[in-house]
C-alpha cells in the first residue's frame, strides 16, 4: 500500500483551567484530552482576554501549564490554549476564560462566611484602622504569620495547669482568626485590628470563673493602653445563673459601660424542637452582644440561612431574649498550632497543615467581634449601645427569623458601618445605671432596682422593647410582656445566691469543649469564584 499517515490531533476534552481568579494565585489548565497517532506533544499558551473572554492576546513568556497572574490581569479574563502536535501535524484548543481576575489586596479567603456578613467590604486598603480586640480564651500562637505581628499584648491568668506558652489548647489561636486573621485564604473579620490575648483556657479547655473574671478586670485596667474596644468571650458558665448574682455578668457589664462592646458566644446546648434558653453567663447579660451561630446551607445568599439546629436560644432566667444577633458558625474554618491538643483531638477536621475546620457559636463570637470592630472603625465615637443597636438593626433576615432563634437576624457589617443614629437597644434600661458605690468611674447596672421595678409591673418592658425600636417582627410584646417577667422567672431569681461555687472550682468551657462534631456536605461552604464576584458586587466592591 501507499505509505500510512499518522492521524493528526483531534481534541476529545477541551483543556481546562482550575484555581483561583485573582493575582498572585495560581491557576493550571490540564490539556485537555487528545486522540491521534502517539506520541502527541503538548505545548501551553496563556492569553489575557476582555471580560467577555474575546479579543484574546497571548501573554509573553506564560508557556507552562501553570500561571500566576500578576496585576496586569486585574479586571482581564485569561484563558490557555494548548498545542497538540504529532506526525501528522499541530492542532490547538483553547479552554474557557476565567472569571475577570480580581486584584491580590492581601486579603482574601476561600470560605463564604465574609462575603456573606459583609466583612469583605472592610479589607479593602483604604478602609479605616479598626480598634484592638481582645480575646479572652486559651492564648494566641502569636508567631503564626495570620496575625502579622498584630498581638500587641498577652497575659495570661489561668490558675488550672498544664497551661502551655502561647495557646496549648487552640481553641483562641481559631478564634482569634476568625476575628482578625490575615492569611491569604483564611483572612478573618477585621485583619487589621490588633489582638490582646487574655489567657483563661487551660490545655484542657477548661477555666475558673474567677479567671474570667480576672480576664475582664485586666481588660478594663488596659483598655485604654491598647485601644481595646472589643472583647470576644467564646466560653460560658457551667450553672445557670441571673445577672443579679453572678459575678461575671458584673465584670462584662462594667466592660460595657466604660465603652468596650463585649460579644460572647450563645452556647452549643440548642434544640431544634424549640427554644433552650439562654442561661449562663456571660451570654445571658444584656450588656453584652450574645451571638449565636448560622447555617449558610452553602451559598452567600442570606434569605435560606437557618439557625444551628444547636445553637442556643430564648430567654435567659431574667427574662432577656438572647441572642441578638446570628452569624455563621458552621463549618468555619480558622487557625490553629498543629501541637495543640484540639489539632491532636479532631485530626479529621484538620482541612490543610495549621487549619481546621470546626462548627460552634464559639466562632460565630468572633465573627460579630470582628464586625463590631469594623464598624466601630467607621465609627470611633459610637458607645456599645450604638454598635449593638446598627448590627441589630441592619442584620439580614433569615430563612427561620420568625422564631428569633438568631434574635434580630444574621449580621452585615458593611450595612451597620452605614446606618445612621442607630437606636439604643438597651434605652429601658439605662434609667437603672447609678454611679458605682464603690467610688470607682464606670456606672454600674442597679440590678435590685430594676427587679423591684419589673416584678411590680410586668409589662414596664412594652413601651421600650416595642415597635418604637424593633417593630413587632423582632422585639414586640409577644416576647416581652408578662410571660417572660411574670412571677415564675422571678422566683427562680430570687433563689440564687453568690455561693462559694461561683469564685471556687465552677469551670467555664469553650462552648462546650470548644466546638461541635458535625458532617460537611462535600464542597460546601467553600466560596465559588463566581459567587465572589456577585458577592462583592453586593458589597460595592470594584471588580
Known amino acids: 500500500t501507499a505509505s500510512v499517515d499518522a492521524a493528526p490531533p483531534v481534541a476529545a476534552a477541551l483543556p481546562v483551567v482550575t484555581g483561583w481568579p485573582e493575582a498572585g494565585e495560581s491557576l493550571a489548565v490540564d490539556g485537555g484530552t487528545w486522540t491521534g497517532t502517539a506520541p502527541i506533544a503538548l505545548s501551553y499558551q496563556w492569553q489575557r482576554c476582555d471580560v467577555h ?50 486584584s ?14 459583609g466583612v469583605a467590604r472592610f479589607w479593602a486598603a483604604d478602609a479605616p484602622a479598626p480598634p484592638a480586640i481582645a480575646i479572652v480564651d ?51 473579620a477585621a485583619p487589621r485590628a490588633n489582638l490582646v490575648s487574655v489567657d483563661v483556657i487551660d490545655d484542657h479547655g477548661m477555666a475558673m470563673t ?33 445577672l443579679q448574682v453572678d459575678p461575671v455578668d458584673k465584670a462584662v457589664e462594667r466592660l460595657w459601660q466604660s ?22 453567663s456571660p451570654g445571658n447579660d444584656p450588656f453584652v452582644l450574645t451571638a449565636g451561630a448560622l447555617d449558610t446551607q452553602g451559598t452567600v445568599a442570606t434569605g435560606d440561612d437557618l439557625t444551628a439546629p444547636w445553637s442556643a436560644y430564648g430567654h435567659t432566667l431574667d427574662g432577656f431574649l438572647k441572642p441578638e444577633l446570628g452569624a455563621p458558625g458552621r463549618y468555619i474554618v480558622g487557625a490553629v498550632p498543629p501541637d495543640s491538643t484540639l489539632a491532636l483531638e479532631r485530626p479529621e477536621s484538620i482541612v490543610a497543615p495549621g487549619y481546621m475546620r470546626l462548627s460552634g457559636t464559639s466562632f460565630a463570637a468572633p465573627v460579630v467581634s470582628g464586625a463590631a470592630a469594623d464598624v466601630l472603625a467607621a465609627h470611633p465615637s459610637w458607645t456599645p449601645n450604638q454598635v449593638k443597636g446598627a448590627l441589630m438593626l441592619t442584620a439580614a433576615q433569615t430563612a427561620d427569623g420568625s422564631s428569633l432563634a438568631s434574635g434580630a437576624g444574621e449580621v452585615d457589617a458593611a450595612a451597620a458601618a452605614d446606618a445612621v443614629d442607630p437606636p439604643n437597644p438597651n434605652a429601658a434600661l439605662d434609667q437603672f445605671l447609678v454611679a458605682d458605690p464603690a467610688g470607682g468611674p464606670t456606672p454600674v447596672f442597679d440590678t435590685t432596682t430594676w427587679a423591684a421595678t419589673a416584678q411590680a409591673d410586668p409589662s414596664w418592658a412594652t413601651a421600650y422593647w416595642g415597635t418604637a425600636y424593633w417593630g413587632t417582627a423582632y422585639w414586640g410584646t409577644a416576647y416581652w410582656g408578662t410571660a417572660y417577667w411574670g412571677t415564675d422567672y422571678w422566683e427562680t431569681g430570687s433563689a440564687l445566691s453568690s455561693s462559694d461555687a461561683y469564685w471556687g472550682t465552677t469551670s467555664v468551657t469553650a462552648t462546650p469543649n470548644g466546638a461541635v462534631a458535625d458532617a ?11 459567587d465572589r464576584v456577585a458577592a462583592e458586587g453586593r458589597l460595592g466592591l470594584a471588580p
Open 520 to 530: 460537611l456536605p462535600a464542597g460546601a461552604y467553600w466560596i465559588s469564584a463566581a
Open 210 to 242: 474567677s479567671d474570667v473574671i480576672a480576664a475582664a478586670d485586666w481588660i478594663y485596667q488596659n483598655r485604654d493602653t491598647y485601644n481595646i474596644r472589643v472583647a470576644n468571650f467564646s466560653l460560658q458558665g457551667s450553672a445557670p445563673s441571673s
Open 259 to 280: 465603652g468596650v462592646v463585649v460579644v460572647a458566644a450563645a452556647g452549643n446546648y440548642g434544640s431544634a424542637n424549640g427554644p433552650s434558653g439562654v442561661l449562663y
Open 53 to 102: 473572554g474575546l479579543e484574546c492576546v497571548d501573554v509573553a513568556g506564560a508557556t507552562e501549564a501553570t500561571y500566576v497572574p500578576t496585576e496586569d490581569d486585574v479586571g482581564a479574563t485569561l484563558r490557555a490554549t494548548v498545542a497538540a502536535a504529532n506526525a501528522g501535524g499541530t492542532v490547538s484548543a483553547a479552554s474557557e476564560a476565567t472569571l475577570r481576575i480580581a
Open 104 to 117: 491580590a489586596t492581601g486579603f482574601s479567603s476561600r470560605q463564604q462566611w465574609p462575603y456573606v456578613t
Open 138 to 188: 486559651s492564648g494566641i500562637d502569636a508567631t503564626r504569620p495570620d496575625f502579622g505581628g498584630r498581638v500587641v499584648a498577652q497575659a495570661s491568668l489561668t490558675a488550672l495547669t498544664p497551661n502551655s506558652p502561647g495557646d496549648g489548647r487552640g481553641h483562641g489561636t481559631f478564634v482569634a482568626s476568625i476575628a482578625a486573621g490575615e492569611a491569604h485564604g483564611y483572612t478573618g
